[in-house]
């Protein structure tokens, strides 16, 4: 009997998923951990591996194309089985081709290529492993429009014959516009998997749950000549600092002291936790279809400044190069989101159910400040807490940013 490959449920929260690219073909000898394809998650692109041994009989669903969990996308067949060469009759789904590259393509850059009719074996793939993004597309797409241009510029318009007794004025000649990007033309994008998902679950959060936002200023020097300061030890052991590490441990800290915050509602009660799961949201990159994941640094409060950095590398490095696992996600009870990276004074953030809070971070920006009386230029940095007011108000609220402000600025507490 065929044995049947169905589409795996990947995370938590997945109900569809999208085979962005087969790594077989029909005939292929597949062993149990062979990598068969990548599938687009609502939360990440990751891999799906074979759980049995057998030839691939059948791909039944296409590249590009999205099913339910459960549905069976391909089929292994026995040596002694038969392989299905041919299309079976039944519709199946389909995404157009142009040519066929020897690197993986993601969706976008396959459509702008079929759209501007772009040959993909002449694209050099720039994304990881080689494989050719939108960007690369772009690039060539703006060059090919530059050329376009400067030879119609150069063009000799021929002078219109008249009569020798008609008076002569001359005409600026006008030249077409030169072709504009793709970005400066009308078009739809259809949304990835990913991008559903967390459309609906921020309408989700914004419509269910009451939000309400505290900011609040912090003093970032000490902690900054502290991150300094040991990354100049640390720097031997390859170990580097961010501010956000500091942060996790700031955050996880307070929570501790500020039990309310590691709390989320639960209709008719509410659920105190007992480990402090600080999330981290890490942006994904456009090869990998954009979006947001939440990685999760278990028992943040338990945890030094180093180990939360390596966890946090690897978690970041591990979202944008091939996805986290649903463990790398779940569990998390506070969620940090910071943009100070980007340059970003200060902003606000939906929170991630089924979490009471999360904190906006902005970026530590060097002003003029009053320090004891005096003016001088120090760095402060703005933080905004999104809070669920059905577990915390207002004057928890301002208790957890005054316990997170004491550790902020005097970070020598983190150490110990």
């Not at 105190?272 to 954009?290: D, F, K, Q, S, T």
Request: glycine share 6%; hydrophobic share 40%; proline share 6%.
């Amino acid at each position: 009997m065929p044995i049947e490959i169905t589409m795996p449920r990947l995370s938590d929260t997945m109900e569809v998923g999208t085979i962005l690219h087969w790594h077989v073909n029909v005939g292929d000898e597949v062993s149990a951990g062979d990598l068969l394809a990548d599938i687009e998650t609502d939360k990440a692109t990751m891999e799906l591996q074979s759980f049995d041994d057998g030839r691939v009989a059948e791909l039944v669903i296409s590249e590009g194309n999205q099913v339910d969990v459960g549905t069976v996308i391909a089929m292994l067949a026995e040596d002694d089985e038969a392989i299905v060469e041919e299309t079976p009759e039944k519709p199946k789904p389909s995404i157009p081709k142009v040519t066929e590259s020897a690197h993986r393509v993601s969706p976008v850059a396959r459509r702008l290529a079929e759209e501007y009719g772009v040959d993909l074996l002449s694209v050099q793939g720039s994304g990881p492993s080689g494989r050719i993004i939108k960007r690369d597309i772009l690039q060539l797409i703006d060059t090919a429009s530059e050329t376009t241009a400067a030879a119609q510029t150069t063009k000799v318009v021929p002078a219109e014959v008249v009569p020798s007794t008609v008076p002569v004025t001359p005409v600026q000649q006008v030249l077409p516009l030169a072709p504009t990007s793709p970005w400066q033309q009308n078009r739809s994008e259809p949304l990835s998997n990913m991008r559903q998902i967390i459309a609906s679950r921020l309408v989700e959060s914004k419509q269910t749950i009451p939000h309400y936002q505290v900011t609040m200023t912090f003093d970032m020097d000490p902690l900054l000549e502290m991150r300094k300061t040991l990354n100049e030890q640390l720097s031997k052991s390859g170990v580097k600092l961010s501010v956000n590490d500091f942060l996790v441990r700031c955050c996880a800290l307070s929570m501790e002291t500020n039990p309310e915050f590691n709390a989320s509602f639960g209709g008719d009660c509410i659920h105190y936790h007992g480990p402090v799961n600080v999330g981290i949201a890490i942006a994904l990159p456009e090869e990998r279809g954009g979006g947001l994941v939440v990685g999760t640094i278990r028992n943040a409060d338990q945890k030094s400044l180093r180990t939360i950095s390596q966890e946090s590398a690897y978690l970041s490095n591990k979202a944008r190069e091939t996805g986290l696992s649903p463990e790398e996600m779940g569990d998390t009870t506070f969620t940090i989101s910071n943009l100070g990276m980007f340059g970003v004074d200060n902003f606000t953030a939906i929170i991630n159910p089924p979490n009471s809070a999360i904190l906006a971070v902005g970026a530590a920006i060097e002003k003029p400040v009053v320090r004891g009386g005096e003016l001088v230029v120090g760095n402060e940095m703005s933080a905004t807490l999104s809070l669920d007011h059905r577990v915390i108000d207002g004057a928890m609220a301002a208790l957890y940013l005054k316990t997170l402000k004491e550790l902020i600025e005097n970070p020598a507490s983190l150490l110990v």
